[in-house]
T-cell receptor, first 110, second 111 residues
Framework: GENVGLHLPTLSVQEGDNSIINCAYS??????FIWYKQESGKGPQFIID?????DKRQGQRVTVLLNKTVKHLSLQIAATQPGDSAVYFCAENIFMKLVFGAGTILRVKS | DVKVTQSSRYLVKRTGEKVFLECVQDMDHENMFWYRQDPGLGLRLIYFSYDVKMKEKGDIPEGYSVSREKKERFSLILESASTNQTSMYLCASSRQDNEQFFGPGTRLTVL
């Protein structure tokens, strides 16, 4: 949404490079994790998810890695494109509720 | 495709007015959610509902109420709008413990 990116960490990458966005989550009881993408003026869109019994999941151009030992989640985007520019949120599922991270701005330079 | 719609994209209200934000989903999802999104604070859960006529408080329910009379519709009510309720409001729905699908958001300004 508008101005959602104020004070957020920003990752700038060159078009065609790979992007890695990191997220630390808080609750060791979380069993399900999701990455969302939010473009300006729109609601968050689902990108990829992973359950706690997995440590890696791949989609089209995206990979999510889960490290439960250090409670860390990452989103890898291959061959980043200008259309990937957005704010990216991780979310952890705790008892049917999602708890969202603050978000990371991804800027793609052409 | 799941579709979550919200009644307004932009809304301007005056302090003290009663405000209704409507959300409709067309995928027969059990769960529905209302969030607000503010710069630097991410998405914060106001209320959620896991069934018709059921509601649960989220993290910031003060100043809000909700209504779920039908499975597909979840309404957020601001009984007496205040300026600190100026925000982006996002509705979402999901099936059980699965990903939430979001609507486009309503940008509410309270003057």
């Amino acid at each position: 949404g508008e101005n959602v990116g104020l004070h957020l960490p920003t990752l700038s990458v060159q078009e065609g490079d790979n992007s890695i966005i990191n997220c630390a989550y808080s609750n060791s009881a979380s069993d399900y994790f999701i990455w969302y993408k939010q473009e300006s003026g729109k609601g968050p869109q689902f990108i990829i998810d992973i359950r706690s019994n997995m440590d890696k999941r791949q989609g089209q151009r995206v990979t999510v890695l889960l490290n439960k030992t250090v409670k860390h989640l990452s989103l890898q985007i291959a061959a980043t494109q200008p259309g990937d520019s957005a704010v990216y949120f991780c979310a952890e599922n705790i008892f049917m509720k999602l708890v969202f991270g603050a978000g990371t701005i991804l800027r793609v330079k052409s | 495709d799941v579709k979550v719609t919200q009644s307004s994209r932009y809304l301007v209200k005056r302090t003290g007015e009663k405000v209704f934000l409507e959300c409709v989903q067309d995928m027969d999802h059990e769960n529905m959610f209302w969030y607000r999104q503010d710069p630097g604070l991410g998405l914060r859960l106001i209320y959620f509902s896991y069934d018709v006529k059921m509601k649960e408080k989220g993290d910031i329910p003060e100043g809000y109420s909700v209504s779920r009379e039908k499975k597909e519709r979840f309404s957020l009510i601001l009984e007496s709008a205040s300026t600190n309720q100026t925000s982006m409001y996002l509705c979402a729905s999901s099936r059980q413990d699965n990903e939430q699908f979001f609507g486009p958001g309503t940008r509410l300004t309270v003057l």
